[in-house]
């Protein structure tokens, strides 16, 4: 999701500022939500998942919480679902 969403940014017309020094995950959701989400771009629902999926991997990658199995296929299904929205809205990538 992260590389789909920096790819989305990267097709916008114009400087959209910081692109080139976002480096976190969190910076690319801002960004991602400022110039896609808030713009009307992409559909609010895919900052939301982009947010939740994220939270999802800092519980996992740094507080070493197992996760359910559920939760693993439902950010699998966000992530193939956000990928395919960027390709929609971005055919040119």
Known sequence: MF???RAA?????GDVGPLATIKTHRGLIAAFG??????GRIDPAFGRSLNQVEKL?????????VLPADDGRWAVEQADAFVNEVKVRFPEL
């Open 3 to 5: 590389d789909s969403a």
């Open 9 to 13: 940014l990267m097709m916008l017309p």
């Open 34 to 39: 400022q110039h896609l989400v808030a713009t």
């Open 57 to 65: 991997r800092l519980s996992s990658d740094y507080f070493g919480d």
